[in-house]
């Protein structure tokens, strides 16, 4: 069936680092791919979005690639700063599945001062 | 003002007991969801409803009813609570054509 996965469950940076956070998925009919960001306490918030005829799209101080070919998704932070330690997931839809976003395992980022 | 708001916030009971949960949007959108975050963090989507109308059922137990009596509006009961429904439980809506959700603060249900 559909699934969203991510290969790192906790990531742990220094502040000023570049994080990257991966996530692999199986439905080769996702058109559209979401991070959020989840702070503890909070909802899922959106962190940026890409849809499948692209293969990169750069936001502040993050970007998403995707690659189509081995179905996989990324997130990089550049500069890490501590406000951004958080649960990041990262989501997929397919083209007749109604909005709905299946979401990935979750990945735990620290970031250290 | 809150886009997406959900209460109440924390929510403990016994087994047995029957509870909901409201949220409410204002954010225009004729898509609604409540989604469920396991202890591992692992959110799953449970019901889509869109202009008051079911949309998606994602084979969640009868004992889980929602309810949307407008489009800016979906509730949650929960009767005969279980033990395994401890979670928290995170109310959505979308309104554009991409799909992007926007997520309530989320309601930490805790059954004894």
């Known amino acids: 069936g559909e699934s969203v996965g991510l290969h790192l469950p906790t990531l742990s940076v220094q502040e000023g680092d570049n994080s990257i956070i991966n996530c692999a998925y199986s439905n080769s009919a996702s058109d559209y791919f979401i991070w959020y960001k989840q702070e503890s306490g909070k909802g899922p918030q959106f962190i940026i979005d890409?849809?499948?005829?692209?293969d990169k799209r750069q936001g502040q101080r993050v970007t998403v690639l995707l690659n189509k070919t081995v179905k996989h998704l990324s997130l990089q932070i550049a500069a890490t700063q501590p406000g951004d330690s958080a649960v990041y997931f990262c989501a997929e839809k397919g083209t007749t599945s109604y909005g709905k976003l299946t979401f990935g395992q979750g990945t735990i980022l620290t970031v250290h001062p | 003002d809150t886009a997406v708001s959900q209460t109440p916030k924390y929510l403990v009971t016994q087994m047995g007991n029957d509870k909901s949960i409201k949220c409410e949007q204002n954010?225009?959108?004729?898509?609604m969801y409540w989604y469920k975050q396991d202890s591992k963090k692992f959110l799953k989507i449970m019901f889509s409803y869109n202009n008051k109308e079911l949309i998606i059922n994602e084979t969640v137990p009868n004992r889980f009813s929602p309810k949307s009596p407008d489009k800016a509006h979906l509730n949650l009961h929960i009767n005969s609570l279980e033990l395994g429904d401890s979670a928290v439980y995170f109310c959505?809506?979308?309104?554009?054509?991409?799909?992007?959700?926007?997520f309530g603060s989320g309601t930490q249900l805790s059954v004894l």
């Open positions: 959505a809506s979308s309104g554009g054509t991409d799909g992007r959700l926007f």
């Open positions: 890409i849809r499948s005829n692209m």
């Open positions: 954010l225009g959108h004729d898509t």
